[in-house]
C-alpha cells in the first residue's frame, strides 16, 4: 500500500518562531488532509488540500501532487499550537471505495 | 468536531469482556469509519461503511465487529475484548454527494483492557 513519511518527527518550538513540516507520498492520490490532534486527543481537521495552497490565518499549506509531497507552514507559532500534525493521504482502492492512510505525525511543542 | 459524537469518551474494561463504542453524526453523510489510534502512532482502518447496507473491512479488522443501525449511526463491537486493544478508536464520517472525500472526525473514545 502507499506509504506516507512526516517530518521532523519531534520539533520543538519557541513562542513566535515559525515552522515548516513537510509529508512525503509514495504513489497518486485523490486527496489529502491535514490534522492537528491537541493534548487531549481530539482531531482538528486543517486543511483538505489535494493540490494548490491555501491559507488560513497563521497556517497554510501547499501540495505539489506531481512530485508526492505536502508542506505545512505554521507562523508565529503559539503555546496552543503543540500538539501532533497528521499528513493523510487518501487513494482510490477500487468499487467507489477510498481510503485515507495516515502518517506516523509531527509531534510539535511550543515553549513559551 | 462537535457533528460527529462518540459514546462513551473513556472506558476501562477486562480481559473477555464484551464493549461496544458508539458513533452518532448530524452531518448527514452517508460514509462513515471506524480507527484505532495506539500510542505514537497515526490512525489505522477498521471498517467503513457507505451506506446502512454497505459494510467493509478494513486493514485491522479482526477481534472487531460493527453495526450499522441507521445513517447516523455507526457502533463498534469488541466481541472479547484483550489488553492489546487498549487504544484511542475514532469514528469518521464523510458525504459521497461531495466532489471531495474530507473526513470528519469524531472527539474518539480513549478505551483501556486491563
Known amino acids: 500500500g502507499i506509504q506516507v513519511e512526516q517530518s521532523p518527527p519531534d520539533l520543538i518550538l519557541q513562542e513566535g518562531a515559525n515552522s515548516t513540516l513537510r509529508c512525503n507520498f509514495s504513489d497518486s492520490v485523490n486527496n489529502l488532509q491535514w490534522f492537528h490532534q491537541n493534548p487531549w486527543g481530539q482531531l482538528i481537521n486543517l486543511f483538505y488540500i489535494p493540490s494548490g495552497t491555501k491559507q488560513n490565518g497563521r497556517l497554510s499549506a501547499t501540495t505539489v501532487a506531481t512530485e508526492r509531497y505536502s508542506l505545512l507552514y505554521i507562523s508565529s507559532s503559539q503555546t496552543t499550537d503543540s500538539g501532533v500534525y497528521f499528513c493523510a493521504v487518501d487513494q482510490y482502492s477500487g468499487a467507489g471505495s477510498y481510503q485515507l492512510t495516515f502518517g506516523k505525525g509531527t509531534k510539535l511543542s511550543v515553549i513559551p | ?114
Open chain 2, 1 to 114: 468536531d462537535a457533528d460527529v459524537t462518540q459514546t462513551p469518551r473513556n472506558r476501562i474494561t477486562k480481559t473477555g469482556k464484551r464493549i461496544m463504542l458508539e458513533c452518532s453524526q448530524t452531518k448527514g453523510h452517508d460514509r462513515m469509519y471506524w480507527y484505532r489510534q495506539d500510542p505514537g502512532l497515526g490512525l489505522q482502518l477498521i471498517y467503513y461503511s457507505f451506506d446502512v447496507k454497505d459494510i467493509n473491512k478494513g486493514e485491522i479488522s479482526d477481534g472487531y465487529s460493527v453495526s450499522r443501525q441507521a445513517q447516523a449511526k455507526f457502533s463498534l463491537s469488541l466481541e472479547s475484548a484483550i489488553p492489546n486493544q487498549t487504544a484511542l478508536y475514532f469514528c469518521a464520517t464523510s458525504d459521497s454527494q461531495s466532489s471531495y472525500n474530507e473526513q470528519f472526525f469524531g472527539p474518539g473514545t480513549r478505551l483501556t483492557v486491563l
